[in-house]
């Protein structure tokens, strides 16, 4: 398994002008995480002839130099997010955004802005609701948290089984949160701010599903996703039901949440590779 390292910071001035490459994708990971949840895409999709971006975020994205920084408020991440589309788009006629998790909702709320145009979205592990088999029945009183005074202290910590399957890659996560506070999986802990903006996202796009302007779209989901369940699958096919808008979905039987580096992380990679390469120019 590749030893968790972390990607360079994106800045428009940091890449050169690719010859020959008619696709970019722009990875998003999820929240409070690092660009290593889909590193299992990256080399593949590079091999394809794509500039790959992987995104961070200040105040989405976790810093090693700062671990406790605050959240910045989702349109800041979705205004991050445009920013990189509109200077790809200098360079390459197709761009495709990439999300797992609560990049996947960042990625659907950066394909509203019709000044911003995307080719493709590939969704992993879509979470519009919280609703999988590991949600406590308490859920419902996150509001609280988020809301209010009373979650000014509290903060949300990892627990196994981190979003994997794997009993193997879950010890090795569980020690990497110990030892560094973040994993391949994620963050170990999360401020309520980042809770806070990730609720006001996913409000904001299951309002707004309808608008998505993004001609194709791959969604991938895990059948036993502990996190968000496969009703979310459906919330995103009525949502974008009234666009214009050709949607795949493609069910994983052997993984939770993190499928990018679960069991079924292989069958992740050729669908997303598969369905970038449909999306390239011909030619």
């Not at 299951?206 to 459906?234: F, I, M, Y």
Request: hydrophobic content about 40%.
């Amino acid at each position: 398994m590749v030893s968790l390292h972390e990607a360079p910071t994106w800045r428009p001035s940091d890449t050169a002008t690719p010859q020959g490459k008619p696709m970019a994708v722009v990875l998003l990971h999820g929240l409070c995480s690092t660009p290593d949840e889909l590193l299992s895409v990256n080399g593949p999709l590079r091999q394809l002839g794509c500039e790959v971006v992987p995104l961070r975020i200040e105040g989405y994205s976790f810093a090693a130099d700062q671990p406790h920084a605050a959240a910045r408020p989702f349109e800041d991440w979705v205004a991050a997010v445009h920013r990189c589309i509109a200077d790809l788009r200098r360079r390459h006629p197709r761009v495709v955004l990439v999300g797992i998790s609560a990049g996947s909702g960042l990625a659907l709320a950066s394909a509203l802005d019709p000044a911003h145009p995307v080719d493709g979205l590939v969704l992993m592990s879509t979470t519009l609701r919280y609703d999988g088999w590991a949600i406590p029945p308490w859920h419902f009183l996150l509001p609280l948290a988020l809301y209010t005074p009373i979650g000014r202290w509290w903060r949300y910590r990892e627990q196994a089984p981190y979003g994997v399957k794997n009993e193997r890659i879950r010890a090795w996560i569980e020690r990497e949160l110990q030892s560094r506070q973040v994993s391949r999986a994620g963050s170990a802990t999360l401020d309520v701010g980042y809770l806070r903006e990730h609720d006001r996202l996913i409000r904001h796009v299951r309002q707004r599903l309808a608008q998505v302007r993004c001609p194709q779209v791959l969604a991938l989901h895990a059948e036993e996703d502990e996190v968000a369940s496969l009703k979310n699958l459906g919330l995103l096919a009525r949502g974008l039901s009234s666009a214009s808008i050709c949607l795949k979905t493609v069910t994983v039987r052997n993984s939770y949440h993190m499928i990018s580096i679960d069991n079924d992380r292989q069958l992740v990679v050729k669908e997303t590779v598969d369905f970038v390469r449909s999306l390239l120019p011909a030619g």
